[in-house]
């Protein structure tokens, strides 16, 4: 059933529940902090906070974007947009040693 995390007789989820967010096409870790009740379970909206992020990170996320924590899951901790921070130095560092291996190549050729 809607809004049941597959608790029997429990209503999902409940304020202090991990829960995964799905961010930018990856799930990250978070608690739920409030519920903004509907009386369509689809319909609510839980403000989380997530694992490693700051207050002004929280949000409110629409049921369709929550899921239950998996055991072994890729969420990864905290929140995306640091992940995306991240990605921007690695990708910066490739391209300068990228831009400098041709520089190497045109030198001996």
């Known amino acids: 059933p809607e809004g049941t995390g597959g608790r029997k007789g429990e209503e999902w989820p409940r304020v202090?529940?991990?829960?995964?967010?799905?961010?930018?096409?990856?799930?990250?870790e978070a608690e739920v902090k409030k519920i903004k009740g509907h009386a369509n379970a689809a319909k609510r909206k839980l403000w989380v906070s997530y694992v490693g992020g700051t207050e002004e990170e929280e949000e409110w996320v629409?049921?369709?974007?929550?899921?239950?924590?998996?055991?072994?899951?890729d969420a990864e901790g905290g929140k995306a947009g640091e992940k995306h921070e991240e990605q921007e130095e690695d990708e910066e560092e490739e391209q300068e040693q990228e831009d400098d291996d041709d520089q190497d190549f045109g030198k001996r050729g």
Do not use: H, L, N
Request: no cysteine; hydrophobic share 45%.
């Open 16 to 28: 202090g529940d991990a829960v995964e967010v799905m961010w930018d096409g990856e799930w990250w």
């Open 62 to 73: 629409p049921m369709g974007k929550v899921r239950e924590p998996v055991v072994g899951s």
